[in-house]
């Protein structure tokens, strides 16, 4: 077959209403949502911040002081701010270059190198990646060594930030390349029936991602050993076997080389499977609280939360390829983002710019990718109410109370979040919910 991309082999396809669109309507379309999926996000921050402003009611009175309240809302309105400023600067850059064609002239000057379809894409993405980065570097930088160092959470030094972005761009280049690569290559051999393929090869890809990660790749950025033997080890360990919970690996991870946060996570499927302890949590709580952290996680698995979870990634990309698989061909989404075919020649018979195209089809698929996020985060929500339960009826309740609450002050969380921004974003509950709900579970 050849590896040839013309636009008139997706001609037939092209059926969706916003196919039929000129460039010049459909780049007011791509500008529209761009607008209106910032002017949303901008709301919802507002509505946020409002509640910062809130006084300390009485309910918070058995979490933390009025003084580490307003603590809380001091970091909390700084990172807000923060925010804003970092999303509308992203805003401003996007709107720059869709409204001056800058995606389209930046395809055009690496024609200069090259114009064989899938090497002409990694570059494109490799520049459009870095520049990317490098324009946020400022931003980058200050978030993490101004705002997080002087409210005493940073603990990344200068070469360990610099470390981790070569890295970033060296895992990137591979993993994301390889993927692009095989995207790209299916699409010029297949045509429009590359979706089916290509999601079988993202679905074996995700399934290594969750057995592998904590053993290939978080290695790369953070130290992991084995939980020495001793007496949380030995509670853990007695917990497992209670609730015939099969765990034989527990590390610690270097979370104080980054953050004085703390957290806890569980990963991997099968004999891979691993539960990590941040060295900052088993600093700051007690025994009886970090096995609650176990419970909780365990919980998880035992309502099968991480393979519905799964299952529901695997569909959610299955969409989105397919979806994909309408638009890759579209003349009339590269011409509204500036570009031009390959060939110079007309579009009926030039190469499509596929790199152009899968830009167009992210910002016309955002509005859905928000719907599913909805979805998810709420489902999510549910989880985490069922797997606190699941602590609290195998565990008891107190304890994890008590560590939810040393992490939201330890980590100066938002106390309380306004219910709409909870709605959109949060995948976990806020903290007053759930400890409403473990109150609740005493009384079962």
């Known amino acids: 077959m050849p590896v040839f991309f013309y636009a008139k082999s997706f001609k037939y396809y092209a059926k969706f209403a916003v196919m039929s669109l000129s460039p010049t309507a459909l780049k007011i379309i791509l500008i529209s949502l761009v607008a209106l999926g910032y002017l949303l996000e901008s709301a919802l921050d507002w509505l946020n911040y409002t509640y910062l402003k809130k006084p300390y009611l009485p309910q918070l009175s058995g979490i933390l002081t009025e003084e580490k309240y307003s603590e ?233 939360h991480i393979l519905k979870g799964f299952v529901l990634s695997v569909l959610q990309s299955g969409l989105m390829l397919f979806l994909l698989s309408r638009f890759i061909g579209s003349e009339t989404l590269t011409l509204a983002l500036g570009g031009t075919p390959l060939g110079g020649t007309p579009l009926e018979a030039g190469l499509l710019p596929l790199h152009l195209n899968l830009i167009g089809f992210g910002l016309l698929y955002s509005p859905i990718s928000m719907l599913l996020g909805l979805f998810m985060n709420s489902l999510s929500r549910k989880h985490e109410y069922q797997a606190d339960a699941y602590a609290a009826q195998t565990y008891g309740a107190e304890p994890l109370q008590e560590a939810l609450r040393k992490l939201s002050v330890l980590n100066l969380s938002q106390p309380l979040p306004h219910p709409w921004y909870v709605w959109v974003h949060y995948s976990h509950p806020p903290l007053l919910y759930r400890l409403d709900a473990l109150e609740k579970q005493k009384q079962v």
Do not use: C
């Open 72 to 304: 809380t809302v001091r970091y909390q309105q700084e990172r807000k701010r923060f925010g804003f400023i970092t999303a509308t600067y992203s805003f401003v850059l996007m709107l720059v270059m869709l409204l001056t064609g800058g995606f389209g002239w930046l395809d055009e000057q690496l024609r200069e190198w090259t114009q064989h379809p899938i090497l002409l894409a990694l570059l494109y993405f490799g520049m459009l990646m870095l520049a990317a980065d490098i324009l946020s570097l400022p931003f980058q930088l200050y978030s993490t060594f101004r705002i997080e160092e002087s409210w005493g959470f940073n603990k990344t030094s200068v070469r360990t930030f610099w470390l981790d972005k070569l890295k970033g761009y060296g895992l990137g280049a591979l993993l994301g390349g390889l993927l692009l690569s095989l995207l790209l290559w299916l699409v010029l051999e297949l045509g429009q029936n590359f979706w089916l393929y290509f999601w079988g090869v993202l679905i074996l890809f995700m399934l290594g991602a969750n057995v592998f990660y904590t053993s290939l790749i978080l290695p790369l950025f953070n130290k992991l050993r084995p939980l020495t033997a001793g007496a949380l080890k030995t509670a853990l360990e007695t917990y497992s076997q209670k609730i015939n919970f099969p765990l034989k690996n527990i590390y610690v991870i270097d979370g104080s080389k980054r953050s004085s946060k703390a957290n806890a996570f569980f990963a991997g499927l099968g004999k891979q499977k691993k539960i990590v302890l941040y060295d900052t949590l088993i600093e700051k709580h007690t025994e009886e609280e970090i096995v609650a952290v176990l419970a909780h996680e365990a919980g998880h698995y035992k309502k099968r």
